[in-house]
């Protein structure tokens, strides 16, 4: 058969993808073969018309029909003997004709092929997902009437518990039976189940070639891509393809029409995939669980199941499904305990191990009633007592009478018990039950049976399992482990840090970046060392063949990523492994406190990954749980807050140590936390930050005063928070003396310049006087000196000098454009505009500070650093074009254009004063609304360009045949119908039916010297219209489309603009805050003073560690233990609140609802029971009875009365 569906191909990508499909698995015919009958063995009820095999004579090779000798001695016909392998010529993909458009991969195997081979086939070339769970369906084959409650559990128990544990489900992939019935259940669970869980279920039909309706429409030996499955009348039961099942393996044995030929093939690929591993590569914690579900069945399975029994795979029974499941549960459930009478020598050891003959008539009397028609009974006997051996492995399941919700529970619970047989004694009985709720990610079933304070758990019993709850992402289950005994700082060593980095999975950013950095130390390696280079080019061969060059990756690499991200702040996490200078360790890094600094570390590099990845819903996760952990530092603040406010001050400015030195807020600005800055907690400190040692309720009109008049803040116009009002509310007599000296333990905010001076000069006074026990009272500063200093050295006094100097350079630089812009030298400049150059000069001073000193950071940091602000980017612009028009002024030929370009920078200098007017509370956050309303307009503007261009162009050719001056091109095409939107319309020009009092011509000459050429007439009517048209769509449309954006725009940031703005605020707070407390033109002196200190006098700067509080040991674990209990209070609180909503009150409801159906099954159990109890008590009631009549038929002696009768104990009871 031909490739139709290659030939039938539309496009050419449709043929390149079916091209890269056949190529890839052109290799399958040189490996995967077919089984062909090669001796034909007579089939006497066909009268030689047909083979045992099943196919005809005619179908046979002439190689198959020659030896008539040896067929002639042949009674029954074997596929191991009579049958050959060839090149397969079935595989490759169907589509099903009036079905879905979604193809299977099929595959046309003998029963001989090797199962790593193909489980290699489907998951790493059909690319199917690696199962947590493969579920072999067994039974309720051919025209098997399956029940309605059978139908239910395989749809709502089987495909939904497939669903929740990414479970394969292996049946015959036939449309009958069990195998339709699966089918159906899979196709109506991927229609309301979302494509998440839709990839997580794979139905995987092992059918009979021989048996499979319409089979030669999938014969192509180059492959087909797809084969066009056509079968007719599919509402009914046949043996044709099931079209809801991903993948196909077709079984061939030789034989046509049989049933079975599939049956070794399928247990020896169950057995393969029960010693492979769970999750990414392998990496989980157990092997892939294998259950075999047997639902009704015919006697020929128990071959089938005893020797998957002796494999150890276990079996899930159905009890009521009828056929050989009633069976089996019928001698399971009710002969389980029957006494056992050894057949021979009672005290042999290897008696337990032999059937009982009891037992044996007791099974071989339900098998001739539960299948009478059978003949020879003896062998199937044999194979049901040895079954009846290894039950431990068989678990009942009443589907008729329980839920069919609870089906995964079950499939838990017989997996778990078939497991316990294989452990060790000393082994925990519920580590698999642990191992395979992990693999199957039900934290629900965790919690419910394994983590209801029933068990007591070890470290070793949870080790294993959150290796696999890591690695394969499952955050729930870590949760769960490290609230219930492992501790995280025993389980995290080096060793295993680099293990878990190394099972990163391919394709994503940390791969990538590990990687990255992996080249980047090899290639390091070979430029500076040959010999190692060797080495470390065999060791990176070696793991390529194992597993690829991720098995490298060390926590230098990790080391790497992490500085890549966010700087030197995890410079202590890893280097201390890498024997650097650190010595800050990994315990220090994993302790209690820090809760706020650890939420807002996590939102920084989430953030920063989010900005590194491709895929959108990656990018879109990472975004999402980067705002969970910025909300929970927010909300912890928020607790510590309410809780003491200066202590949770010192939280925001403390120095973290293993965090690399860095503070909340300085960690908050890094992961762009806008909500955490939001908070009245940190707004209420940079407030104090902002008023330095002034009270935060002083009118500004005073502050006005005191600046005009220094001589009024000595007096009682400003109020100060003055050092001596603290110190005394600080000694206040307090009872509780512990109490006072972990408060002055917490350390000492700081809000201002000189707080921060005076707490760095006097730290070695305060510890010595705190070991002599001395309380700390700091130097007193005359009273001229320190309220000068409390008045000037205020960011808020800073920030005020700065905006009215900064008027005050507008106001000149305006003076000097308008009135006093001297010709150039030796005319000009004038001593205004020279006034004004040294203005702009101390202005390029300061920019150059606040480039230079900006900490520890090389040059290039600081000037990434800088540039990263926008308003930053508006200073160079400012200054870069005052420097242009600055040196062009100077010279007659460009005197002009320099003029021009001082003009645009006036405009640049004046827009910076809304970055000024961003602290206002009022006009801050229109700032933001309006910066997020420009790019409404950028995109405005690239429609209107695209239709004024359309308009101009054609507007122009009408009306002017030919006019060549581009001046007035350029002003007719795109400035005149620019104007048009405003009303601006020459109706005269336009319009030829007005009178338009312009001299033009037709001379071509003319036109080209420079004259007006005259209009158009024949094309006029065209140019009215189309003069309306864009009226309408520039008018109506286009403006009525801005104003729609402006105010969505508006309407969307309106409720997030107080919190972009109080973000903003934090920025211009710190940069008044380290500014000198001069403004420019004077600011040259605090320069000068500041280049003596730091060049000549080398004294460090204190104004450099802005916001920032290095607190002694002691404190800081104080500090800490604090933050610890906040933490856990809000957590507290907060499950309290959970669990008093409505969903969790349901939730609750329903686990009591399952608590009384599990007890429900659990007296089910004790009702089997009582039954077993009552077969033994009927059994000895029976043996009493023959002792007694054999004693009272015998002559040996005499009773002394006659035996008691049973009526007699049955009226006596019944009276009593």
């Known amino acids: ?187 109506d669970h991927a229609t309301a189940a979302s494509s998440f869980s839709l990839n997580k279920v794979v139905a995987l039909g092992i059918a009979p070639w021989g048996l499979v309706e319409k089979r030669e429409q999938l014969v192509n030996p180059q492959g087909s891509f797809p084969a066009k499955y056509y079968v007719q009348n599919i509402s009914r039961d046949s ?70 029994l002796k494999s150890c795979i276990p079996w899930l029974v159905l009890a009521g499904s009828g056929g050989l499941a009633d069976f089996l549960s019928d001698i399971l459930e009710n002969r389980s305990s029957a006494p056992a009478v050894p057949s021979s020598g009672e005290g042999n050891s290897e008696a337990p191990k032999t ?57 838990l619970k017989t997996l778990v018990g078939a497991s316990k047989q294989q452990s060790s004694v000393d082994a925990n009985p519920y580590s698999d039950e642990l191992k395979l709720a992990v693999t199957w990610n039900r934290v629900d079933i965790a919690k419910s049976e394994l983590f209801n304070g029933d068990i007591q758990w070890k470290y070793e019993d949870l080790e294993d399992s959150m290796t696999d709850a890591l690695i394969n992402d499952k955050p729930q289950f870590v949760r769960l482990f490290t609230e219930n005994g492992l501790n995280i700082l025993e389980y995290l060593t080096y060793g295993r840090l680099e293990t878990l980095y190394r099972s990163v999975p391919d394709g994503t950013l940390l791969y990538q970046l590990l990687q990255q950095c992996l080249a980047e130390r090899l290639a390091i390696v070979e430029r500076h060392s040959p010999s190692e280079k060797q080495n470390s080019s065999s060791k990176m061969v070696k793991d390529k063949n194992q597993s690829g060059p991720v098995k490298e990756v060390t926590l230098f690499e990790v080391s790497g990523v992490l500085e890549l991200l966010m700087g030197d702040v995890c410079q202590p996490l890893y280097y201390k492994a890498l024997g650097l200078e650190f010595t800050s360790s990994k315990r220090t890094s994993l302790r209690a406190g820090e809760a706020v600094l650890s939420a807002l570390s996590g939102c920084n590099i989430l953030r920063d990954l989010s900005k590194l990845e491709e895929e959108t819903e990656t990018k879109l996760s990472m975004k999402e749980l980067a705002q969970k952990f910025e909300n929970l530092a927010h909300d912890i603040f928020s607790s510590c807050y309410r809780s003491d406010e200066n202590r949770s001050f010192t939280l925001l400015i403390r120095k973290s140590p293993i965090w690399g030195d860095t503070t909340c807020l300085q960690m908050g600005v890094s992961a762009d936390a806008r909500l955490f800055f939001s908070n009245d907690g940190v707004q209420s400190l940079l407030s104090q930050i902002w008023w330095g040692d002034m009270k935060r309720n002083t009118e500004v009109w005073k502050l006005l005063l005191a600046f005009f008049c220094p001589i009024l803040c000595y007096t009682n116009l400003i109020s100060f928070r003055t050092q001596d009002n603290q110190l005394e509310e600080e000694e206040m007599p307090n009872d509780d003396a512990v109490a006072q000296d972990s408060d002055n333990l917490y350390g000492t905010t700081v809000f201002s310049f000189s707080d921060i001076k005076q707490h760095e000069v006097d730290s070695d006074v305060h510890k010595s006087d705190a070991i002599k026990g001395v309380p700390y009272r700091p130097p007193q500063r005359p009273f001229i000196v320190s309220r000068w200093r409390q008045f000037w050295f205020a960011p808020v006094t800073s920030f005020l000098g700065n905006v009215l100097m900064y008027f005050l350079f507008l106001l000149l630089f305006a003076y000097v454009l308008l009135v006093d812009f001297d010709p150039p030298p030796p005319s000009g400049p004038g001593v205004a505009e020279c006034v004004l150059y040294f203005w702009v000069f101390t202005i390029v001073c300061e920019e150059i500070r606040q480039t230079i000193f900006l900490g520890t950071m090389t040059w290039r940091q600081r000037f990434r650093l800088y540039i990263k602000d926008l308003w930053n980017k508006c200073d160079l612009t400012a200054i870069s074009l005052f420097i242009i028009g600055l040196i062009c002024r100077m010279f007659h030929w460009s005197y002009e254009f320099g003029r021009d370009v001082l003009c645009l920078d006036y405009m640049v200098f004046t ?189 460090p700067s204190v104004k450099i560690h802005h916001f920032v509080l290095d607190l002694e040991a002691k404190a800081a674990n104080r500090l800490s233990t604090w933050e610890t209990i906040q933490k856990e209070d809000f957590l507290t609180a907060r499950n309290k609140i959970q669990k008093s909503s409505d969903s969790e009150r349901l939730k609750r409801m329903s686990a009591k609802v399952d608590g009384v159906l599990k007890h429900l099954s659990e007296s089910r159990d004790f009702e089997h029971r009582l039954r077993s109890l009552e077969n033994q008590m009927e059994y000895c009631s029976s043996a009493l009875s023959w002792v007694v009549d054999t004693l009272s038929q015998g002559s040996t002696f005499k009773p002394p009365r006659p035996p008691p009768l049973r009526d007699a104990f049955a009226s006596s009871s019944s009276s009593t």
């Open 239 to 308: 043996c044709s393809l099931d079209n809801n099942y991903q993948a196909f393996l077709l079984v061939d044995d030789g034989s046509v029409g049989r049933r079975g030929g599939e049956t070794d093939f399928r247990a020896r690929l169950e057995e393969f995939i029960s010693q492979q591993r769970t999750g990414i590569w392998g990496s989980g914690s157990i092997d892939i669980p294998v259950v075999c579900m047997l639902i009704s069945g015919e006697t020929d399975m128990l071959k089938r199941m005893d020797l998957s």
């Open 1 to 187: 058969m031909k490739n139709t569906g290659a030939e039938e191909g539309g496009g050419g990508d449709g043929r390149d993808n079916i091209g890269q499909t056949e190529k890839s698995q052109s290799w399958i015919p040189k490996i995967i073969k077919k089984r062909v009958c090669s001796t034909f063995v007579e089939d006497s009820i066909s009268n030689g018309a047909l083979c045992q095999c099943g196919a005809a004579r005619d179908d046979h090779a002439s190689v198959a029909l020659g030896d008539y000798f040896s067929t002639a001695i042949v009674n029954q016909w074997k596929s191991v003997q009579h049958s050959s392998e060839r090149p397969t010529d079935a595989f490759g993909e169907v589509q099903f004709a009036g079905a879905s458009k979604r193809h299977s991969h099929f595959l046309r195997l003998s029963w001989s092929t090797e199962p790593s081979m193909v489980y290699t086939i489907l998951t790493a070339h059909w690319r199917l997902p690696l199962p947590n769970l493969v579920v072999s369906v067994v039974g309720g084959e051919g025209r098997t009437q399956v029940k309605t409650w059978v139908r239910e559990v395989l749809r709502q128990g089987l495909v939904k518990a497939s669903q929740s544990t990414g479970a394969w489900i292996l049946t015959t992939g036939l449309r009958e039976g069990v195998g339709r019935c699966v089918g159906q259940a899979v196709r």
């Open 355 to 411: 059937p009982s003959v009891d037992l044996k008539d007791r099974v071989a009397e339900r098998f001739k009633k539960h299948f009478p028609s059978e003949a020879q009974t003896d062998k199937l006997v044999e194979q049901a007592l040895s079954i009846y051996q290894n039950k431990d492995l068989i678990t009942i399941y009443q589907g008729e009478h329980e839920s069919p919700n609870d089906f995964d529970t079950v499939l």
């Open 911 to 1099: 827009l910076r004063l809304i970055h000024i007017f961003a602290i206002h509370k009022q006009l801050g956050p229109k700032i933001i609304i309006v910066g997020k309303m420009m790019k409404d307009v950028f995109f405005f503007l690239f429609f209107l360009g695209v239709w004024l261009m359309a308009y101009g162009v054609a507007n122009q050719a009408l009306i002017y045949s030919y006019d060549p001056n581009l001046n007035r091109i350029f002003r007719r095409v795109f400035y005149r119908p620019y104007l048009h939107i405003f009303g601006q319309i020459p109706v005269e020009e336009m319009d030829v039916g007005k009178n338009w009092d312009v001299n033009c011509t037709h001379n071509v000459t003319l036109i080209e010297s420079g004259e007006e050429p005259c209009r158009t007439h024949e094309s006029n009517w065209l140019v009215v219209i189309l003069l309306v048209v864009y009226l309408l769509v520039t008018n109506i449309l286009l403006i009525n489309l801005l104003i729609a954006m402006f105010s969505y725009t508006f309407s969307k940031v309106q409720e997030h603009s107080d919190t972009y703005w109080k973000f903003q605020r934090y920025n211009l707070i710190v940069e008044y805050h380290s500014r000198p407390s001069l403004a420019p033109p004077f600011i040259i002196l605090s320069h000068i003073n500041l280049f003596i200190k730091r060049v000549i006098r080398k004294v």
